[in-house]
């Protein structure tokens, strides 16, 4: 178990994606979320609508929709 957490930690390297979360709670975080939200994310953001809202697609594509929309605005990939 605690192999496995570590790995987890280590292969999508979650302290980046703390600090990342973290430094959203500045005012310099929220103007780059802000800022990404105005640019990328939007975009992003009325694919993932679309999508989320058609009944004929699969879970896949709508979990890779959402997805893209999270690492947009998030700047982090796994």
């Known amino acids: 178990m605690l192999a496995s957490g570590s790995g987890a930690v280590q292969d999508c390297d979650l302290n980046r994606l703390f600090n990342t979360v973290t430094k959203m709670i ?36 709508k979990a890779r929709t959402v997805g893209r929309f999270v690492a947009t605005t998030l700047n982090y990939n796994i």
């Open 26 to 61: 500045t005012v310099e975080g929220l103007t780059e979320l802000a800022a990404r939200l105005a640019g990328a994310a939007a975009f992003e953001l009325f694919d993932m609508i679309k999508i989320l809202g058609q009944k004929t697609e699969s879970p896949g594509n």
